[in-house]
Each structure stands twice: as C-alpha cells, then as structure tokens.
C-alpha cells in the first residue's frame, strides 16, 4: 500500500521565514552535509532575500514548505547554482531541506516534484541536484525524482559531492 502524501504548500519565504528556518534547521543531523553546524540567522536572512528576488526575476525560487497547522518544515526549489568557483556553473539548481522532525514523512519527494513541475513551467529545460555520495536520504530523493548522476566535484569546503540532472 502506498503511502498518502503529506498535506503541504510552498510559499515565497517570507522575511519571518528566516527565522523559522535557522530554528527549524538548527540541528546537527539536518545540518550534517551543510557545513556541520547550525548557520547564523543572518546567512537566513540573506538565503530568503535571494529568494524573494529570484521568484521576482525568475518565477521560481527555493520556496517555504508549510506543513499541517502552517508549520514551516523546511524548504524547496529551484536557483541559479550560487557558487563560481565549483560545480555546475550557470545552471539551474534544485534543492531541499527539512528540519529532523519531519524526515521521513514523504514531503522532501513530495515538494521536489512540485518543484519539478513549477520550473518546467517557467521554462527551465534542464536541472541539477548537488548531493552529497554520504547523504543517502537526499541521494534517494534525487533517484525517485527520475534524477541520473552525471559528474562528481570537489566543494570549496574540500568535500565531494554528486550532481544529478534531470531533462525537464
């Protein structure tokens, strides 16, 4: 029996959102392959910022999940690749994120596939993920999305991580 997708909607983050999401990613199981430790609120502030301008410039953008009772449980979407100095350059970048509590209920698959959709949408042909080869709850993500791993890079944190694309 399959199991029912979560109740959830995705929201342009708003500028409460930062808060939210440095309190609901504030753990170090959810912070494991994003540096190790829980990020300042500032990094937050300046993550939804960007995001309210690509959504403005680009249609799309890494959206709030809000749960059951608008709980925010993490985030979604898409983004122009933000590094210079490594990995898929110029190229459109999906992402997710939850807070611990709510691993394991479906909505990282669930969010990123209504992010597949949105982008495709907007005209975006093709995308990546950046996963980490030890991340193995994203690596499953990416492998139910329909995603193929294509190159690996190394991290300005010296680190390797897997990129998967996806023809939209």
Same mark, same amino acid.
């Given at each position: 029996?399959?199991?029912?997708?979560? +109740?959830?909607?995705?929201?342009?983050?708003?500028?409460?959102?930062? +808060?939210?999401?440095?309190?609901? /990613?504030? #753990?170090?199981?959810?912070?494991? /392959?994003? @540096?190790?430790?829980?990020?300042?609120?500032?990094?937050?502030?300046?993550?939804?910022?960007?995001?309210?301008?690509?959504?403005?410039?680009?249609?799309?953008?890494?959206?709030?999940?809000?749960?059951?009772?608008?709980?925010?449980?993490?985030?979604?979407?898409?983004?122009?690749?933000? #590094?210079?100095?490594?990995?898929?350059?110029?190229?459109?970048?999906?992402?997710?994120?939850?807070?611990?509590? #709510?691993? @394991?209920?479906?909505?990282?698959?669930?969010?990123?596939?209504?992010? +597949?959709?949105?982008?495709?949408?907007?005209?975006?042909?093709?995308?990546? &993920?950046?996963?980490?080869?030890?991340?193995?709850?994203?690596? &499953?993500?990416?492998?139910? +999305?329909?995603?193929?791993?294509?190159?690996?890079?190394?991290?300005?944190?010296?680190?390797?991580? #897997?990129?998967?694309?996806?023809?939209?």
């Amino acid at each position: 029996m399959t199991k029912p997708l979560p +109740l959830m909607g995705l929201r342009v983050p708003t500028d409460e959102d930062a +808060l939210s999401w440095h309190r609901v /990613f504030a #753990h170090p199981d959810v912070m494991e /392959f994003h @540096g190790g430790a829980p990020a300042e609120l500032s990094v937050y502030e300046e993550l939804t910022a960007r995001q309210r301008r690509h959504d403005a410039e680009r249609g799309f953008c890494f959206w709030t999940i809000v749960g059951e009772e608008d709980k925010v449980v993490g985030f979604t979407g898409a983004q122009p690749w933000p #590094h210079e100095s490594f990995g898929p350059v110029g190229e459109i970048e999906i992402g997710w994120r939850l807070g611990r509590d #709510h691993w @394991g209920r479906g909505y990282a698959t669930a969010a990123a596939r209504a992010t +597949l959709e949105r982008v495709r949408e907007a005209g975006v042909g093709q995308v990546v &993920a950046m996963v980490s080869p030890r991340n193995e709850r994203s690596l &499953a993500v990416a492998r139910r +999305l329909g995603m193929e791993r294509a190159e690996t890079y190394t991290t300005s944190s010296k680190q390797e991580a #897997h990129c998967f694309r996806l023809a939209l």
